[in-house]
């Protein structure tokens, strides 16, 4: 049956298309602008682009090293879509309309919950599966897509989430019993398993990956070693199967090592490892000589071109192990990297010169899987030169101006436990209230307001040359304006200047630092049609002028009422980066640190009396290993601390999290040791609060009311039951209430509407305390 696992090949390659295709072609489908026909079509194009992409790199369009890693929306949603595993509520909706409803929600029902896939960035849609939940193999859409491109010419190895994973990152149905976990229905899902991986065989795939992340973490609800107790008693029931396709289980984003007995004798044909997060077995560990192993080695979370030499060195090792073959491989889909370098232009300088010589991308990362395959198999001679290449260009960048600055580092290795530390949160709290004077259950945003056409259009004319600076300050300051005044009219009480200057909570900072550079192209999907664009911090950061003081005191000069300074912490600077690889995360926090603390001196002086800064990836970068969790959790807040603790104790320190799984964090989250939290909780109808009450946090805590993933307006009877669920849990003197994210997505129409209620729905709750 098996035809040979290719010899190089990505786990996935990027999904939204180079030119974010795919967000134009789902966006004009949500806005009636286009068919459903239409959408089709463009999917069908973009597919097929990336075919022939990865087919101009070098890969056999015969051989099943192509993978299939297209979504629509999200990969997790198109297994529940493949499994048929609706709630309830989207009942009597069906075929687009039904998926997209899952995915954002509509006037009638929200949608599935939306969090981060492992520690990336990526957001998948959360599958709610109950004891009754339908689960059956609901139809052919992966089949089919398998089948439309075999017939165009490629023999695609389509790739789909595993079945542990997708129920270890389920969440039980809200009217499941007591103790009910979704992994109680594996041998439902292993049955419809079944069923697709005979489709696929039927329809003439050889290959088809299943990705197992859950099995390399420790931050599911389900301990690791469960996990792969399950693996190991189901895989083997696929691999049984009789005329399938060969499998291969991939193992992406953490130490794959652990599960490896597990799965090792299962019956699959290849095993995939992340071997830059995770570390190879040694010989005699386990017996692979029935598997394959696909190691992977080329980077697939970061950009930077890869150490060709250490990874020829690693391959060697490996065939050491007696596996059944090697191949080599990402350590992940590549959808969490952009394109193309040579879609970048980082200026004529020098520095464009080093970027495109240090970085790798998508495309140079295949080609890279392709000369390590090519030394695998005609020997490392072979390709000899390509790897002295790599070896040079990582050379130069050592010693490269701005990779190291002595007035950094000297500064980063001064800081004191002095730096990171304020004088109590008791003692600091009747100042504050005392100086700022607000009512009980203050109301605020959470700092972005709508992007609209106006604001994106200014930022393109002075991209072209159209206005001028002074021009496009004009615009922005109008828009500014336009916020203030309407969040007085609104009657909120801590008022946001908006972040209009914004192109992103991040790239807006990266490219005021020294030390980063931005892209033009260098999209990757956030979640569904949202992107991001990571800047590469390449050097050492440091703050050359001010960043955010001009537009704060203009904000603050239009109104009596306290303007929040608004930045973005350290953690999340990095993780929405790239960050560089050459030096400790935990260094790079400092750096940026201290650049912030600056930034925090100067916008008090300025005379902001409130200052929040976001750390929305604080969770997010949580490593999947528990062993290294501590350390990070170490040098992430002790980094926030640097950042904010030079204040005076009148000055209100905020910051914001966008998520609610405290769980792990809970204590880091008590360690930042800001004033007033922000965090997401519409979803869950405010539940991670008695949580937070139950480990004693008695800072201020603003739990999001508004779940601002979807246009959907709550009315004000729903807000005033969310702050009195939260009033339970939060005494009222330290509850905030503000909506659970920024919102630069939403639209204007559903921001005035909201806002309206949650004041009237505060107003209504501060009457009745
Ligand atoms: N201040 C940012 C905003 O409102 C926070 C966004 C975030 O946490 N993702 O846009
Ligand atoms: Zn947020």
Request: aromatic share 8%; with cysteine; net charge negative.
């Amino acid at each position: 049956m098996a035809t040979e696992f290719p010899t190089a090949t990505i786990l996935g390659y990027p999904r939204i298309g180079r030119r974010r295709e795919l967000k134009r072609a789902v966006e004009s489908y949500w806005a009636g602008r286009s068919t459903a026909e239409e959408l089709t079509s463009a999917f069908t194009a973009l597919r097929h682009a990336t075919f022939d992409r990865l087919a101009e790199l070098g890969y056999d369009r015969s051989n099943s090293s192509i993978p299939e890693n297209s979504s629509l929306y999200d990969q997790v949603l198109d297994v529940t879509w493949q499994l048929g595993a609706i709630p309830q509520r989207f009942s009597g909706k069906s075929e687009l309309d039904l998926y997209f409803a899952l995915a954002r929600g509509d006037q009638d029902v929200p949608p599935l919950e939306m969090t981060k896939w492992f520690d990336t960035n990526y957001h998948y849609l959360v599958p709610e599966i109950g004891p009754d939940t339908p689960i059956s193999f609901a139809n052919d859409h992966l089949v089919q897509r398998f089948v439309e491109a075999k017939n165009a010419g490629t023999l695609t190895r389509p790739v789909v989430v595993g079945p542990v994973t997708y129920l270890a990152l389920a969440k039980a149905a809200d009217d499941a019993p007591e103790g009910f976990e979704p992994l109680d229905r594996i041998d439902d899902v292993v049955a419809a398993y079944r069923e697709l991986v005979s489709a696929f065989g039927a329809a003439g795939a050889t290959w088809v990956q299943f990705d197992e992340p859950a099995l390399v973490s420790d931050n599911l609800s389900v301990s690791r070693i469960d996990l792969a107790e399950i693996a190991g008693r189901v895989w083997p029931l696929l691999a049984a199967l009789e005329d399938r396709p060969s499998l291969l289980l991939a193992l992406p984003y953490g130490d794959g090592r652990m599960a490896l007995p597990a799965i090792a004798g299962s019956g699959v044909e290849a095993i995939q490892l992340d071997l830059v997060r995770g570390s190879a077995p040694v010989p005699g560990e386990v017996n692979l000589s029935k598997v394959r192993l696909v190691a992977g080695l080329i980077d697939g979370r970061n950009i930077w071109r890869a150490d060709l030499a250490a990874a020829r060195d690693a391959l060697i090792e490996l065939e050491q192990l007696g596996a059944a073959g090697i191949s080599v491989a990402t350590t992940n889909s590549l959808q969490h990297v952009p394109h193309d370098t040579a879609d970048e232009k980082w200026g004529d300088t020098e520095l464009n010169a080093n970027l495109h010589d240090w970085l790798a991308f998508a495309d140079q990362k295949v080609a890279e899987t392709a000369v390590l395959a090519r030394g695998l198999s005609h020997g490392w001679d072979s390709v000899a030169a390509d790897i002295a290449q790599a070896s040079t260009a990582l050379a130069a960048r050592a010693i490269a101006p701005g990779v190291r600055r002595e007035d950094v580092r000297t500064r980063t290795a001064a800081l004191t436990e002095a730096d990171r530390t304020r004088i109590p949160f008791t003692e600091r709290e009747p100042i504050q209230a005392q100086k700022l004077g607000l009512p009980i259950l203050p109301t605020t945003t959470i700092g972005s307001f709508p992007q609209t056409p106006e604001i994106r259009n200014a930022r393109a004319a002075l991209n072209r040359g159209e206005i001028d600076e002074a021009g496009y300050t004009e615009r922005i300051r109008g828009e500014v304006a336009k916020v203030i005044k309407l969040q007085e009219d609104l009657d909120i009480d801590v008022l946001v200047h908006g972040e209009p200057e914004r192109n992103d909570m991040v790239q807006y900072f990266a490219e005021q630092f020294d030390g980063f550079a931005a892209t033009r192209n260098g999209w990757v999907q956030s979640y569904g049609s949202r992107c991001t664009r990571p800047s590469i911090q390449w050097g050492d950061v440091a703050r050359p002028a001010p960043m955010t003081v001009e537009w704060t005191s203009y904000a603050q000069s239009l109104t009596g009422r306290p303007v929040k300074g608004m930045l973005t912490g350290p953690v999340t600077i990095l993780a929405w980066s790239f960050p560089r690889i050459d030096i400790p995360l935990g260094e790079s926090a400092d750096q940026i640190a201290l650049a912030l603390r600056d930034e925090v001196a100067d916008l008090e002086a300025a005379g902001t009396s409130i200052i929040q800064v976001d750390e929305p990836a604080l969770r997010e970068l949580l490593p999947l290993d528990a062993d290294r969790q501590a350390d990070y959790l170490d040098w992430s807040v002790g980094s926030f601390r640097a950042a904010t603790a030079g204040v005076r104790p009148d000055t209100q320190i905020h910051t914001h999290l966008c998520y609610s799984e405290f769980g792990q964090i809970i204590d880091a989250i008590a360690g930042l040791d800001a004033d007033v939290t922000s965090i997401e909780a519409a979803r869950s109808k405010m539940e991670v609060l008695p949580e937070l009450a139950a480990n004693g946090f008695f800072r201020g805590v603003g739990p999001g009311v508004w779940d601002i993933h979807s246009p959907r307006v709550p009315s004000t009877a729903e807000l005033v039951e969310l702050i009195q669920a939260a009033a339970q849990s939060v005494p009222a003197n330290h509850l905030w209430v503000n909506p659970d994210c920024g919102l630069k997505t939403r639209a204007y129409p559903e921001t005035n509407a909201t806002l309206a209620n949650l004041v009237e729905a505060t107003k209504i709750v501060r009457a009745e305390l």
